[in-house]
């Protein structure tokens, strides 16, 4: 869906683009009450940069990547357009190969928003995210925004429609709890606008979903410790298992061997 399906799942951030300008907005806030101001700010999963352009509008330099070319190529156009392209990069890469292909930069703040982690398995996500910690200066802040969370009990035999400008999305989620994985069929259905709907894509999706303890513990074991929890980033509302977001700020501390 990400790569093959570009263009549906493009669709989707475009018309989710105002989403992305609120929870910049609360990361800014966040980032500023915990004492950066500026600084370089690295974003994992960025998609088409619906964050890390008006993060970077706020005054950060952000530097985002993600696996999808098509994603990626539509960052670097959106910022040229809001005229950021100095303040905002993009590039194609996979974050279990990050530390590699940006050894020797430091940041001062990494962020990953959405369901982002979890498409593997919890030692990737462990080592994904050890190796953003290498990337981090000592105490730099880490912020994960709006990720599901398994403590949310609506998850299963849960089936939620969704409009995405044309476009219709069915989602039917099943929550497996041995694995603790959330499977999902989306089906996506565009509107020609006159009550005719064609299917455009079937699509299984499965992700690992973790309680906020679990996600700590990863994080404590890749260095990261954490300092607050939330729900939903963009009311800074308290973590609240009813809401599907978790939010959390941590740093950068020393991995334990
Ligand atoms: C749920 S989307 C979130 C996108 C973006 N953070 C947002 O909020 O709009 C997850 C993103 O992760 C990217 N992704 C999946 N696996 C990846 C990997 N191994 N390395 C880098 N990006 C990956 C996908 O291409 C997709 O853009």
């Known amino acids: 869906m990400f790569i093959d399906r570009a263009d549906l799942y493009l669709e989707i951030m475009n ?12 990361i800014a806030e966040l ?3 915990n004492g950066l101001d500026s600084g370089k700010v690295l974003e994992a999963f960025c998609g088409n940069g619906r964050v890390a352009i008006p993060l970077a509008l706020q005054g950060y330099e952000v530097l985002g990547f993600d696996i999808s070319l098509p994603f990626i190529q539509d960052a670097r156009h959106k910022a040229e357009k809001y005229r950021v392209s100095d ?3 993009f590039m194609v890469s996979d974050a279990r190969e990050i530390d590699i292909l940006l050894k020797g930069e430091s940041f001062d703040a ?8 979890g498409y593997y398995d919890s030692m990737t996500d462990e080592v994904i995210l050890r190796k953003l910690r ?15 969370h398994r403590e949310t009990p609506s998850w299963n035999c849960n089936r939620v429609f969704q409009r995405y400008g044309p476009l219709v999305l069915m989602e039917e989620m099943r929550f497996d709890p041995l694995w603790s994985k959330l499977l999902s069929k989306w ?10 709907l064609t299917k455009e894509l079937e699509v299984l999706t499965e992700i690992r979903i ?18 607050s929890i939330y729900g939903d980033i963009r009311r800074r509302e308290k973590f609240s298992p009813p809401c599907p977001y978790l939010s959390l700020l941590a740093r950068a501390i020393q991995a334990p061997d």
């Open 110 to 117: 990494v962020m990953i928003v959405s369901t982002s982690l």
């Open 134 to 148: 290498s990337l981090a200066k000592d105490g730099a802040i880490l912020i994960i925004a709006n990720t599901f």
């Open 31 to 33: 980032l500023r009450d």
């Open 87 to 89: 303040r905002a990069k």
């Open 210 to 227: 973790y309680t906020s303890t679990e996600l700590a513990e990863i994080l404590r074991r890749a260095g990261w410790g954490v300092d």
């Open 15 to 26: 018309s989710n683009w105002s989403e992305g300008e609120q929870i910049a907005r609360s």
């Open 187 to 196: 089906t996506l259905l565009r509107d020609d606008g006159e009550g005719n």
